[in-house]
């Protein structure tokens, strides 16, 4: 991904900040502050997230968080006077405030090693991305259906087995107001792109869409509906239904079988669970508990809404994986209590099957964890998320080559995923637990030097570097490891990553031995 904005370009392949095509030299803190700003430049950064994002949780002070913003504003020919880039917003936090635009950078190789990164082969069926509606109106509840509605829609068209539909995760990375259509097709390898906006007036709520041709920006359909915000989950089901019927006429049929997903009536918990998902993405103790709160709201108002049952249990997986609580088995319990209360609700939901494969994971039962991930991406096959924690799980079984393809498939499925940093992670496994130490040090220096990515990530890293034998890259993630969790241990990796292989889980407990941990 390469964002462009003025006379800068920040290559987030080649981890560089460039000017006029002259690199700038920036600590790794910086590049990681300036990369979260940009990739959320739509919104407010809290101070809190940048903490949890760019020093990896540990206690700094405001002081710390000031200087990494005057440094970056430095690297931009700024100041806290002009503030061209960075706006501060007094005692909230900051926003990237220039206009950006993302468009494809030319990398096809792992940095600084040599390793090739897994690139698609040409798409024998028709691909598609979604991208988030623009939304014209008051702010308010009812501006997250600009965001909602093409979730939904991106469940849907996932379904279809002849389609290949491109994950939320990247999609959702690209602003349909500002996004070159050319462009979107060739980051996201796609042929198509369905956009739209959301207008309200009043009660009165329009919605408009778009499916273009990428390769010429040719429009190809459009259409328009509307009605009262009292009809809202009326008009969500006639622009469900009218996508999908010109899809069928337009792009030959191989194979449908389409299974519609079970959501509720209730707007206000509609449209709290899509906020929820908002935060819950953003892998941080502060976004997990807003999270949280928000699917609780969505299910004190609608009790039968599946998803958000889900959602739970998803930020309970989170709060055991990443160590957020002292009450491990707790948090263990909870997620597969409300992974089972989802599965009640809608059984051939593939995100709810999806939260019942983690919470098996949680208790190290790898054949019961890819049970029901294989059923959650049997039911959506273009399931980015799904094919990722089933290739972690695979993986983490001795099932190295079908982890690998299916990794591999995720990173296509998903280019810029906000947990593309595990993917890699994931494709670095694979290569540790079968023993090849030189590609998994390089799979693992990428993912861990990938901005967003978490403590357990640069765990890996300093494991892969240590079987290879390069003692000083070893030392430099056990250290940012310290840094970020001092109380990090074997024991916590070994738990978090339940090897099955006797033989690999010993290699990786010695290397961790020999580390400190």
């Known amino acids: 991904m390469l964002y462009c904005f003025g006379e800068f370009e920040l290559d987030m392949a080649k981890f560089e900040l460039r000017s006029k095509g002259a690199v700038r030299a920036v600590e790794p803190q910086v590049f990681a502050l300036l990369a979260l700003l940009v990739e959320n430049r739509e919104r407010l950064v809290p101070r809190d997230e940048i903490i949890e994002k760019v020093w990896g949780g540990r206690i700094v002070s405001d002081a710390a968080v000031d200087s990494r913003i005057k440094s970056a504003r430095k690297a931009l020919g700024d100041d806290g006077r002009r503030q061209r880039f960075i706006k501060t917003i007094p005692r909230l936090g900051f926003r990237f405030v220039a206009d950006a635009r993302a468009t494809a950078a030319q990398w096809h190789d792992s940095i600084d090693t040599g390793v090739a990164v897994p690139q698609a082969d040409p798409l024998e069926r028709p691909s598609i991305a979604v991208l988030p509606f623009s939304y014209v109106g008051p702010v308010g509840p009812c501006s997250t259906i600009a965001e909602a509605l093409p979730h939904e829609l991106i469940g849907e068209l996932a379904r279809l087995r002849w389609l290949f539909v491109t994950a939320r995760g990247s999609s959702f990375r690209l602003r349909s107001h500002e996004a070159d259509i050319g462009d979107v097709g060739r980051l996201l390898g796609v042929r198509y792109a369905l956009s739209g906006t959301v207008h309200l007036a009043g009660r009165r709520l329009a919605v408009s869409v778009e499916l273009v041709d990428t390769r010429d920006g040719g429009v190809i359909w459009g259409d328009r509906l509307g009605g009262s915000l009292d009809d809202v989950h009326r008009i969500r089901e006639d622009i469900r239904t009218r996508i999908l019927a010109e899809l069928e ?73 990443m160590h957020y609580t002292e009450d491990r088995a707790g948090e263990t319990t909870l997620a597969r209590r409300f992974a089972e209360r989802a599965l009640e609700l809608d059984p051939i939901d593939p995100f709810v099957n999806f939260t019942m494969g983690r919470s098996f994971w949680l208790e190290g039962d790898l054949q019961g964890s890819l049970v029901w991930l294989e059923r959650a991406t049997s039911i959506s096959p273009n399931y980015a998320q799904g094919i990722y924690a089933r290739a972690w799980s695979e993986t983490l079984a001795g099932k190295c080559a079908k982890g690998r393809e299916h990794i591999d498939l995720a990173m296509r499925l998903s280019p810029i995923d906000p947990l593309y940093y595990a993917m890699l992670g994931t494709r670095a496994f694979t290569h540790m637990v079968q023993g ?25 890293a300093a494991v892969a570097h240590s079987l290879h034998g390069d003692a000083p890259r070893a030392g430099y993630w056990a250290a940012d490891v310290r840094a970020r969790q001092p109380a990090m241990s074997r024991e916590d990796f070994l738990r978090a990553f339940p090897i099955d292989s006797d033989a690999a889980r010993l290699r990786i407990a010695n290397a961790l031995v020999a580390l400190g941990f």
Do not use: K
Request: some cysteine; aromatic content about 10%; overall charge negative.
């Open 249 to 321: 006429i337009r792009i030959p049929m191989h194979e449908a079988e389409l299974a519609r997903c079970t959501v509720t009536e209730d707007l206000d918990a509609w449209s709290a669970y899509h906020l929820g998902l908002q935060h819950m993405f953003r892998f941080n103790r502060a976004d997990s508990r807003t999270a949280a709160s928000l699917f609780r709201q969505a299910i004190s108002n609608a009790p039968g809404f599946a998803r958000a049952h889900a959602g739970l249990s998803f930020i309970h997986f989170q709060a055991a994986f």
């Open 436 to 460: 090849e130490d030189a590609e998994a040090a390089a799979w693992a220096e990428r993912a861990a030097r990938s901005p967003g990515a978490h403590v357990l990530i640069a765990l890996i």
